[in-house]
């Protein structure tokens, strides 16, 4: 059964995850809580900090080199945001309702450089805000880990930040929902509308854990992405194969809708592949 394998929300962007076994689609067709806070210039004015098109910088894995160094956890039950320096096991907390002042100051020192840690309504910090969750399948993480040495499929999904996991499905299953005339998917009543491949920075390149990064990845990854593709995908829809997992819409009407761990993917057109 092609279902929900793994769900993720990124609570201040370029952090860590968070694993959550239910999640609520909010009033922008994006996860709950998903990059609700990120790190930005202080000087961004304050006014536009509910504007889905604003053009301020956000510093994130590709600015910050050393994010490996950091391992957070968030809980949102508590507005608490755990860091933890994995070489000196330095530990500090901050609430995030109180004490953002606090962890901007914290992360300025972090990052050497003036940053504010901000907060943010729906869309929140994503990077595209008119547009949903990220998705991709076990298949392909498999597959793409098998690629690298270095790699494993946890590293995998670590290195590429995806929303959903959907598991019972062969590698690259979401790709087959790219092209002019894009079919869907439904979820719990959820209607997922595949806009785009995701093209990739430079972030999955670094083990998350050492910041170490795999020589040439880029080149290597772009050529077996290409001599990987699947006959059954529409290659026009890829300006270059340094991609890797889909990014989706919800349509409004799936809006307060929620999705969880297991829910069944439900396809339209249910052709085998």
Same mark, same amino acid.
Request: hydrophobic share 35%; aromatic share 10%; with cysteine.
């Given at each position: 059964?092609?279902?929900?394998?793994?769900?993720?929300?990124?609570?201040?962007? @370029?952090?860590?995850?968070?694993?959550?076994?239910?999640?609520?689609?909010?009033?922008?067709?994006?996860?709950?809580?998903?990059?609700?806070?990120?790190?930005?210039?202080?000087?961004?004015?304050?006014?536009? +900090?509910?504007?889905?098109? &604003?053009?301020?910088?956000?510093?994130?894995?590709?600015?910050?080199?050393?994010?490996?160094?950091?391992? &957070?956890?968030?809980?949102?039950?508590?507005?608490?945001?755990?860091?933890?320096?994995?070489?000196?096991?330095?530990?500090?907390?901050?609430?995030? /309702? #109180?004490?953002?002042?606090?962890?901007?100051?914290?992360?300025?020192?972090?990052?050497?450089?003036?940053?504010?840690? =901000? =907060?943010?309504?729906?869309?929140?910090?994503?990077?595209?805000?008119?547009? @949903?969750?990220?998705?991709?399948?076990?298949? #392909?993480?498999?597959?793409?880990? &098998?690629?690298?040495?270095?790699?494993? $499929?946890?590293?995998?999904?670590?290195?590429?930040?995806?929303? !959903?996991?959907?598991?019972?499905?062969?590698?690259?299953?979401?790709?087959?929902?790219? @092209?002019?005339?894009? *079919?869907?998917?439904?979820?719990?009543?959820? =209607?997922?509308?595949?806009? +785009?491949? %995701?093209?990739? %920075?430079? $972030?999955?390149?670094?083990?998350?854990?050492?910041?170490?990064?795999? +020589?040439?990845?880029?080149?290597?990854?772009?050529?077996?992405?290409?001599?990987?593709?699947? +006959?059954?995908?529409?290659?026009?829809?890829?300006?270059?194969?340094?991609?890797?997992?889909?990014? #989706?819409? $919800?349509?409004?009407? *799936?809006?307060? @809708?929620?999705?969880?761990?297991?829910?069944? !993917? /439900?396809?339209?057109?249910?052709?085998?592949?």
């Amino acid at each position: 059964m092609t279902h929900i394998e793994n769900l993720w929300v990124y609570p201040v962007k @370029g952090l860590d995850r968070t694993s959550v076994d239910e999640i609520r689609i909010n009033d922008a067709g994006t996860f709950l809580g998903d990059r609700e806070y990120a790190l930005l210039d202080p000087e961004t004015d304050d006014s536009i +900090e509910d504007r889905v098109d &604003s053009v301020e910088k956000t510093y994130n894995g590709k600015e910050i080199d050393t994010l490996h160094e950091l391992e &957070s956890t968030y809980d949102p039950e508590t507005n608490v945001l755990t860091l933890r320096m994995r070489e000196t096991d330095e530990t500090r907390q901050f609430d995030l /309702e #109180t004490d953002r002042e606090a962890a901007s100051e914290w992360f300025t020192e972090f990052v050497d450089e003036p940053v504010a840690l =901000r =907060r943010r309504g729906p869309p929140s910090f994503i990077d595209r805000p008119k547009l @949903g969750p990220s998705i991709i399948s076990t298949g #392909t993480l498999e597959e793409v880990a &098998s690629w690298f040495d270095s790699m494993t $499929v946890e590293g995998a999904r670590r290195r590429f930040r995806p929303n !959903v996991e959907i598991g019972g499905v062969p590698p690259f299953w979401e790709d087959r929902f790219l @092209g002019d005339d894009p *079919s869907g998917f439904a979820i719990n009543g959820v =209607r997922f509308e595949v806009v +785009e491949a %995701c093209a990739r %920075c430079v $972030v999955p390149s670094r083990d998350p854990d050492t910041g170490q990064a795999i +020589e040439r990845f880029q080149e290597r990854f772009a050529r077996r992405r290409e001599e990987t593709l699947p +006959e059954w995908v529409d290659r026009d829809a890829f300006e270059h194969f340094f991609t890797v997992m889909v990014i #989706t819409s $919800v349509p409004n009407s *799936s809006y307060g @809708g929620t999705v969880g761990v297991g829910d069944e !993917v /439900e396809v339209a057109d249910a052709a085998e592949l």
